[in-house]
Nanobody
């Protein structure tokens, strides 16, 4: 059974940094993309960043501040978040897209205080 386990969320002041990690347990086949989504209260879940074999894409709101990376050996994807703003406050979910199932993590809360 595949599970995605996130860590690294927390409370930080505006301008601060956090690093999220998402580790996979179990075997994944046909991996296409690894990504991070977020959902703020009362809002729809939105794509923050995604990484594929062809490169990375970012939401306009995080470009230049967030960096997505991955460690193939550890089956882990990371999201480095710098210059955090109160509007970045949300539950962050990692997401693995495959040629078959789509996998989601349980979510980790990120709160940015002003």
């Amino acid at each position: 059974q595949v599970q995605l386990v996130e860590s690294g969320g927390g409370l930080v002041q505006a301008g601060g940094s956090l690093r999220l990690s998402c580790a996979v347990s179990g075997s994944i086949f046909g991996l296409i993309a690894m990504g991070w989504y977020r959902q703020a209260p009362g809002k729809q879940r939105e794509l923050v960043a995604e990484i594929t074999s062809g490169g990375s894409t970012y939401a306009d709101s995080v470009k230049g501040r967030f960096t997505i990376s991955r460690d193939f050996a550890k089956n882990t994807v990371y999201l480095e978040m710098n210059s955090l703003k109160p509007e970045d406050t949300a539950v962050y979910y990692c997401n693995f897209r495959t040629s078959g199932p789509i996998y989601w993590g349980q979510g980790t809360q990120v709160t940015v205080s002003s």
